[in-house]
């Protein structure tokens, strides 16, 4: 578990979020490396993301993305991966549906498997060129 404290977070609330495998491989990958925190640049924390962010944009040659469209990624790619909106709610700390529906931007093609769900199998004939569904 990661833990904000209150005061630390956009609402003021303090809450706990789990954390999946691969953030705890990433934190276990810098243990040990400063006794106090976890994000450090030259032995002291990293505190905002700035020119580094920047920097790092223009070497991949990304232009206009700001580090807080990763929360808009993060939470599409749940949705995608199938996790609902309550629990997508609860991770990301909103207080509402709205927020949620804000910060989710969907493939269209995350939609296929919905559609295919009420799918029936279908005996297509041609007949003339024209295709008729029987």
């Known amino acids: 578990m990661a833990w904000l404290d209150a005061g630390t977070t956009k609402t003021g609330d303090g809450r706990g979020i789990p954390l999946n495998r691969d ?3 990433a934190l276990r990958a810098v243990d040990g490396q400063h006794e106090q925190w976890c994000f450090t640049y030259r ?3 990293i505190e905002a993301v700035g020119s580094a962010w920047k920097r790092a944009l223009r070497g991949a040659g990304i232009e206009k993305f700001r580090f807080h469209e990763l929360r808009h990624t993060w939470a599409s790619w749940h949705v995608m ?3 609902g909106l309550q629990e997508l709610m609860e991770l990301g ?3 509402s549906y709205e927020m949620v ?3 989710t931007h969907l493939a269209p093609e ?3 498997d919905a559609a295919s769900r009420i799918e029936r199998e279908l005996e297509i004939v041609e007949n003339n060129s ?3 569904l029987r």
Do not use: D, M, Q
């Open 23 to 25: 953030a705890v491989l």
């Open 43 to 45: 032995g002291r924390r």
């Open 81 to 83: 991966a199938g996790t």
């Open 93 to 95: 700390g909103w207080k």
């Open 101 to 103: 529906l804000r910060y």
């Open 110 to 112: 995350h939609l296929s």
């Open 130 to 132: 024209t295709i008729s």
